[in-house]
């Protein structure tokens, strides 16, 4: 057998779907667990839809996530001369024919369908037609002459044996009468052309590669291997679309989820191996394989993405989450400057605390990156006449100390809350909503820490 080759081949016709990356994920670590290669094809047919913006987005989405393909990418509307070359050679040995129906006709075609709650197939009309008795001034269209008797059975590496009824496949299009290929003609040339082996995708496209097959055995090609991968539906057990929330990669990048624990994620989103739920890129790439791919929908869970996330976040090394923190910040925040760098990166033992995206770690850290304090108003209320002289007091205090650590702070704040008859709760909340603008955030011995003593006096001095 030749070497296994793979291929993602998505529209850029808008963002890319978190199902196309799982596509892609799983083309990827096929190739590499079977030393192969893996291929990028954009298929930009659809020139009206069609963007730059989008191809740049796809390439670099995947990259984010950590694939990469092999060599440049394959742009499918550079080979449109031989997809129609190869039409016209189905047309020539008999496998296709010249339709002339009209659109008219076939609207009514398909409203009589619908009266009668059957799926449209084309009745075939101009299958045996003598091209002499065909309409003059109506372009036609070709269609492929599918198979009309016994059945085909489709040997899926995922889903088993799958037969289907030869009548039910239509004579598809294979060419619009304006002379563009269609879409199936397209992948089965640019699939031949690409030397692919092994064609996975999602499961909806299996009356598709039927229809395929049949291009394959005409033009007599070695077939791939077909493996369908069922579809990811919503929580509620819908079919995941591009209008759903966090259905594209963009919207997790976008709340700070890394692309570690995203591809991970997906990873193990309808695969499995043993009991095994972490996997370092080594290991996914090492043990994936098509048998452990289930044949039933996976649900796309949010909640099992953050803990995912969580996990990275608290595992990682504290340099390599500070790089992704700061790459994250610079896309949808604000870039990090070199002042700040010196109090976040010490600061990110406790930053990350409870935080599940990188998101999290900056609303935790705004206080450290911004000097002016944002006052949540609501909490602003918590710092009444009793509060501002708890503040006062521990300012006259930590005027004193030549560093600011637990050990210097801890003796002042047990002070204070013995002279006021209060808890910790009574001083810590104050400050913290002092030197922060929220009684929510980091505990307030690491607050003080994190920032300067210079900057400490000067937030507690403007609530007072």
Known sequence: MSKVATRFAPSPTGSLHIGGVRTALFNWLYSKNQNGTFHLRIEDTDKERSKDEHKIQIIESLKWIGIEHEGEEYIQSTKINDHINVANELLKNGFAYKCYCSIEEIDDQKKRAKQKKLPY??????????????????KPVIRFKSKTEESST???????????????????????NDGTPTYNLSATVDDHQMNMTHIIRGDDHKINTFKQIQIYLAMKWNLPFFAHIPLIHTIEGKKLSKRDNASTLEDFSKIGIMPDALRNYLLRLGWSYKDKEIFTLEESIKYFNLEGIGKSPSKLNMSRILSMNEHYIKTIDENELYNHFVKYCELFKEKIQPDIEGKIKPSLVFLKNKAKTLEDIYNNAKYIIFNEVNFNKEDLKLIDDKAKKIISEFVNKVKELKDLSKETLEPIINDLIKFHETNFKGVGQPLRVALTGSKFGPGVYDIVKSLDKDDVLKRLKKVI
């Open 121 to 138: 197939t084309y009745n075939r009309k101009c299958r045996n037609l003598n091209e002499d008795d065909a309409l003059k001034n109506i």
């Open 154 to 176: 489709l040997k899926d590496l995922v889903q088993g044996d799958v037969e289907i009824q030869n009548i039910t496949i239509e004579d598809f299009i294979i060419l619009r």
